[in-house]
């Protein structure tokens, strides 16, 4: 069951700088591409880091305010003055960059942004060349799938060919990307990897499990003729 990749919903035209570009230079970039980062690449387009509208901000905060080293400076002011005094890409930019590869399931690249604490994510080939760049907002297309699509995978690809149910076992209906399953198969652990690989198709947003069963092979001792397995 194919998944959607970071390959399906990416910016493959991606505004860049390279590491010697002046700090005017990379506010007029960002600026007339309308993006709020670029990446910073050598001339192979290997991403050296990525500089975003917080790491400009320093300069703008501490204008007009002394900003010299202090005897005892915090991590996160000494980084604040570095950037402020900055004037170059290199010296601006937060590297190593978190980068992800087009391949990437758009589960793991959200998961990849939400640990890293970043918004973007630069996208690179397998010699860390730059091919495009993802966003939160890039990740949330899978949510635009219409619910037609998303039957349709669910049908063909977890009922029929991964778990060979028949179209008269289980029924499937899909509204907003909620799906809902119902029917009867003969066994407890068929009915709930339906479930769980129904929630794995990409755009769904939930799943309502109303398969009920004949045998309990889960939990046999807790036996229970015709329950449904409930709701993911």
Do not use: C
């Amino acid at each position: 069951m194919r998944t959607w990749q970071v390959g399906d919903v990416m910016t493959t035209d991606v505004a860049t700088v390279d590491e010697a570009a002046p700090y005017r230079e990379i506010v007029d970039v960002m600026t007339a591409r309308r993006v709020s980062a670029v990446p910073v690449v050598d001339d192979f387009r290997r991403v050296l880091g990525v500089i975003s509208e917080a790491d400009l901000l320093h300069k703008v905060e501490l204008i007009g305010t002394p900003h010299g080293p202090r005897l005892f400076e915090g991590r996160r002011r000494h980084a604040t003055r570095v950037k402020a005094d900055a004037s170059v890409a290199r010296d601006l930019m937060t590297a190593p960059a978190i980068t992800t590869m087009d391949g990437t399931t758009v589960v793991e690249a959200a998961k990849t942004m939400n640990r890293a604490g970043v918004k973007r994510l630069p996208v690179i080939d397998d010699l860390g060349r730059l091919v495009g760049i993802v966003s939160r907002g890039d990740l949330l297309k899978v949510h635009l799938r219409h619910d037609d699509d998303i039957r349709h995978d669910v049908v063909t690809e977890v009922l029929h060919r991964i778990l060979g149910i028949s179209d008269d076992a289980v029924t499937v209906n899909v509204a907003a990307g909620a799906v809902t399953l119902a029917g009867r198969l003969d066994r407890r652990s068929s009915a709930e990897l339906a479930a769980h690989l129904a929630a794995q198709v990409s755009g769904v947003v939930g799943v309502v499990d109303q398969i009920g069963y004949d045998i309990d092979d889960v939990d046999p001792a807790r036996y229970r003729s015709g329950t449904p397995t409930g709701i993911l």
